[in-house]
């Protein structure tokens, strides 16, 4: 059989699989490229000593000690991670209606943080969340007055945790509570009590969605927030035209860095993001990716290895400077440092 359709030379004169025969020649052309230095470790910590405990839902990530933890973060450090965001197990004894435990100095996140920080000290960033959940009796990120997450009395909670963060020696404050103005109030009481350096990263796009529920298993909110939904603070995921209102507001207001959570279903947006405002863009592979990944490879239905590398790659060839993922340091494990 023959098929010359061209009088210029055989058909077709462009091939495109001509660069993918070889590994060396793969590794040339490829566009975008995966290290340890782009992935953030997110980690839960509890009370206690020389603690472990195992979360059904997230398998293989495990709520530690801040001892444990510590020898986890020098594990981190070895393999090039340059980050942790540290969510803390709140007792639920600790829990109000009105969060006080959050803005306590010697909370148990801010403990975790003093701990890494006289450890490790510049060797490691701290990020801590700034928002109520772990902290509050119904599970909301906000005040709930008479069924409704108050916005302007929140930003006073949510500056006072910030502080207390700042002090403990955080790096990196991010607040994840969709509050309308939290990142302006912050970076002023940040800046009036002498922190002008800690790091703002915002999760700007936020959205109410699904893929939480691991993590709401794993620092103990489910039970607490119940029924109830944090649609009236978190994004629809119908939108993405406000995603770049949400990030502009708070780039205005004084974020350093911004993020899109959760991530692989909001790849779009990361890419609107990154392109529009090309500032530091991070998402988040949330809980819910990581289990549904864990539970397909469980079964032998996806290579967990391949899947993992494919999956934290695709938040990088999508404009993500860096990405939130329980899959941190077993990814960091393959990959190079730089
Ligand atoms: C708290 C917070 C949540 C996550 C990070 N910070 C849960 C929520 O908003 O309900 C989710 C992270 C994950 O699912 O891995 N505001």
Not at 3 to 11: E, I, M, T
Not at 150 to 159: A, G, K, P, Q, S
Not at 267 to 296: H, N, W
Not at 298 to 307: C, I, K, M, Q, V
């Amino acid at each position: 059989m023959s098929f010359d359709p061209s009088p210029l030379g055989k058909f077709p004169a462009v091939r495109m699989r001509r660069t993918r025969q070889h590994a060396w020649s793969r590794r040339l052309v490829a566009e975008t490229r995966l290290s340890a230095s782009d992935l953030i470790w997110p980690a839960f910590v509890m009370e206690g000593n020389a603690t472990t405990e195992p979360i059904a839902s997230l398998p293989g990530v495990e709520r530690l000690s801040v001892d444990r933890l510590l020898a986890k973060v020098g594990e981190a450090i070895e393999l090039g991670i340059p980050a942790i965001a540290i969510f803390p197990v709140t007792p639920a004894d600790k829990k109000t209606p009105l969060a006080e435990e959050s803005a306590n100095p010697d909370n148990l996140i801010n403990r975790a943080t003093r701990a890494v920080k006289a450890e490790f000290g510049d060797a490691f960033g701290v990020i801590c969340d700034v928002a109520l959940d772990p902290y509050t009796s119904h599970g909301h990120d906000g005040l709930l007055v008479d069924g409704v997450i108050v916005n302007d009395d929140t930003l006073n909670v949510l500056c006072q945790q910030a502080i207390v963060q700042a002090e403990a020696g955080c790096d990196i404050i991010a607040p994840s509570d969709m509050m309308d103005g939290r990142i302006g109030r912050i970076r002023a009481a940040l800046d009036a009590a002498g922190f002008e350096q800690v790091q703002l990263l915002a999760y700007a796009a936020k959205y109410a969605s699904a893929f939480y529920g691991p993590f709401r298993d794993a620092v103990g909110s489910a039970k607490n927030l119940g029924q109830g939904d944090k649609r009236t603070y978190q994004m629809d995921p119908a939108n993405s035209d406000e995603a770049l209102r949400e990030v502009a507001l708070d780039l205005a207001e004084g974020a350093d860095m911004v993020m899109v959570k959760p991530g692989l279903p909001y790849l779009d947006i990361v890419r609107r993001v990154k392109e529009t405002f090309g500032a530091p863009t991070l998402a988040y592979q949330v809980s819910g990716e990581y289990a549904m990944l864990c539970a397909a490879a469980e079964h032998g239905w996806l290579s967990r290895e391949a899947a993992m590398l494919e999956s934290l790659l695709a938040f990088k060839r999508a404009g993500a400077d860096g990405v939130l993922s329980y899959f941190a340091l077993e990814a960091a494990r393959l990959l190079p440092k730089d």
